[in-house]
């Protein structure tokens, strides 16, 4: 199986990027998207079509701001997942934050983590959704499941996860609190599995400003990211990032499981 995330930075304009072309060379099992950005209805009829042809979609746009975040899970038909929209708090599921998914004992979550924002004006609101997702996956775990974490999680969380941390100290996606937090996932029983399978390698970056060249410069941060149960990591043979495809500001992870 193997699992793609993508922050898209809104479908839609996405699509006139060669979405389809992307999807269709890259053919993922599961696709966990990332800041949607509108609503199944606003996406044109034979696209939704030819995405639903060979894939159950769960999108989960924001309600709480029109064109704002949102998160979307698609799985092959046939593979038995089942989807659900949000944790159940509304002040994450107003905004599509999470898709939880079913298949047995694997629970995927995919979402669009929030940002802490200029001047740290939502950090306290993203370590809340960090306590609550924590808590979710620590309870997941006390049942006997087995959890795949996927999206942009909008912190990086070592030095070698961005190009310039010095630069970026206290900046959002790099402040202390941001990092314990992820520290904290971690600590639930969950595993950062490409840093795991690239230890001291730099430049492994999934975000890039789009001015002054970044993305060719590769000077870039690490902030999306798909963390799996210990119990999963002797299944995974795969997982990287895939900096080669254009269409957003965030490129794709994947991992594959076996």
Not at 11 to 16: I, S, V
Not at 109 to 128: E, Q, T, V
Not at 168 to 188: I, S
């Amino acid at each position: 199986m193997q699992l793609v995330s993508w922050n898209v930075n809104g479908f839609r304009a996405a699509l006139k990027k060669g979405f389809l072309d992307w999807l269709e060379e890259a053919d993922p099992d599961v696709l966990c998207l990332q800041e949607i950005r509108c609503t199944w209805e606003e996406v044109e009829l034979p696209v939704r079509r030819a995405l639903e042809a060979s894939y159950d979609v769960c999108w989960f746009p924001a309600t709480a701001k029109k064109g704002y975040a949102g998160s979307a899970t698609l799985s092959r038909k046939g593979t038995g997942w089942t989807h659900a929209k949000g944790l159940g708090i509304e002040a994450y599921d107003a905004e599509g934050r999470v898709v939880v998914s079913t298949l047995g004992d694997l629970v995927l979550l995919g979402g669009y983590f929030p940002n802490a924002s200029a001047g740290l004006a939502r950090l306290d609101y993203k370590r809340a959704f960090a306590r609550d997702l924590a808590a979710f996956v620590r309870a997941k775990h006390g049942e006997g499941r087995q959890l795949l974490v996927a999206g942009d999680m909008n912190v990086a969380p070592e030095e070698i996860d961005l190009a310039r941390p010095k630069d970026n100290v206290g900046n959002p996606g790099f402040t202390p609190e941001e990092r314990e937090d992820f520290r904290g996932y971690l600590e639930t029983g969950l595993a950062d599995v490409l840093r795991e399978r690239n230890p001291g390698v730099p430049g492994l970056y999934t975000w890039w400003s789009q001015r002054g060249g970044a993305r060719a410069k590769n000077v870039g941060w690490r902030i999306d990211h798909i963390l799996a149960s210990r119990a999963l990591l002797a299944r995974v043979t795969d997982v990287r990032t895939h900096p080669d495809v254009a269409g957003s500001d965030h490129c794709p992870v994947s991992l594959t499981l076996t």
